[in-house]
């Protein structure tokens, strides 16, 4: 497997994270995303990925793209260990909090909307750092509120970590490093301790990438 991934990226995070956690091995090639303009504007990424995003994961020629499908068919090709509970309503309940993260939150505060917001919303530095832990703060309420059901466990769902816990991760990594204030939010902050002590998801975390940078 080859992925496409960036330090940096929140998406390409949960790649990482759900492929350390089935041990499987990649290769990664990165993909500057701020760098002159932004390599995923470059033809030959764009003939991989028509949406110029991260990641993308080639296996066995298969080119996959969106993170979310990634995990889903990383799941279904190598099924252990799971990533999703077996009983049908419990998987309904990884899968929404996956989404409200993946699908709710992360959209209002990635790359492209922030530079949207400096390069021609004009906003400076702070404005768009309130923006950023707005939404952040509006998502993790209902977040919060989400994860006060018997079914959390250790984790997000029971005591094994599922794909809402792979989505948890990124958006909490990001948030403190905005600076976002997380106190309102105790048990999405457990959620994440208790994920970071494992190897797999340190492994993944951004400043630990040889691409990364300060």
């Known amino acids: 497997m080859e992925l496409y991934t960036y330090f940096r990226s929140s998406a390409a995070y949960r790649v990482r994270i759900a492929l350390n956690l089935k041990g499987l091995a990649y290769e990664r090639s990165f993909v500057h995303l701020t760098?002159?303009?932004?390599?995923?504007?470059?033809?030959?990424?764009?003939?991989?990925?028509?949406?110029?995003?991260?990641?993308?994961?080639?296996?066995?020629?298969?080119?996959?793209?969106q993170s979310l499908a990634i995990i889903e068919y990383l799941e279904e090709t190598h099924p252990e260990p799971p990533l999703f509970p077996r009983e049908p309503v419990a998987r309904a309940r990884v899968r929404a909090i996956a989404q409200l993260i993946a699908c709710d939150i992360h959209p209002l505060d990635n790359l492209r909307v922030m530079n949207y917001l400096r390069n021609l919303g004009g906003f400076d530095q702070a404005v768009r750092q309130r923006w950023y832990c707005h939404w952040i703060a509006a998502g993790f309420t209902a977040l919060e509120r989400m994860l006060q059901h018997p079914a959390t466990g250790a984790y997000c769902h029971g005591d094994t970590p599922t794909l809402a816990d792979v989505c948890l991760v990124p958006q909490v990594t990001n948030a403190l490093r905005f600076k976002c204030p997380l106190a309102a939010f105790p048990t999405v902050r457990r959620v994440f301790d208790t994920c970071m002590a494992l190897e797999p998801f340190r492994a993944a975390a951004p400043e630990n990438q040889p691409d990364a940078e300060p």
Do not use: K
């Open 35 to 65: 760098r002159a303009g932004g390599e995923q504007h470059a033809p030959e990424y764009l003939a991989l990925n028509p949406q110029g995003l991260v990641p993308t994961l080639i296996d066995g020629g298969n080119v996959l793209t």
